[in-house]
Nanobody, 123 residues
Framework: QVQLVESGGGLVQAGGSLRLSCAAS????????MGWFRQAPGKERECVAGIRWSSDSTYTADSVKGRFTISRDNAKNTVYLQMNSLKPEDTAVYYC????????????????WGQGTQVTVSS
């Protein structure tokens, strides 16, 4: 199985930046897609970004495009989400997820999930 551990969440002022990390272990990942999702209370779980381990294919949601960037370090089996110009509406629990095959934005398509890390953006 694949184990995913997120880190890097916290409290930040509006306009600030955070970088989330997702460390993966337990299996090779050459055919895997890694996704970042977020969920706030009472809101739908939203895919904000995705990336493949073996190609340059990426996805970024319109709501965060130009502010968030997904990247990877294959040697460290780690994916990152760089979040700049943070807004209060970015406040949510952020989850790292993994699946085989093509990038998808529907959360139910993903096989493995981390525990999540809280991001809170103050006004």
């Amino acid at each position: 199985q694949v184990q995913l551990v997120e880190s890097g969440g916290g409290l930040v002022q509006a306009g600030g930046s955070l970088r989330l990390s997702c460390a993966a272990s337990g299996r090779t990942f050459s055919n895997y897609v890694m996704g970042w999702f977020r969920q706030a209370p009472g809101k739908e779980r939203e895919c904000v970004a995705g990336i493949r381990w073996s190609s340059d294919s990426t996805y970024t949601a319109d709501s965060v495009k130009g502010r968030f960037t997904i990247s990877r370090d294959n040697a460290k089996n780690t994916v990152y989400l760089q979040m700049n110009s943070l807004k209060p509406e970015d406040t949510a629990v952020y989850y790292c997820a993994a699946k085989q095959g093509a990038i998808r934005t529907v959360w139910a398509a993903y096989e493995f999930w981390g525990q999540g890390t809280q991001v809170t953006v103050s006004s």
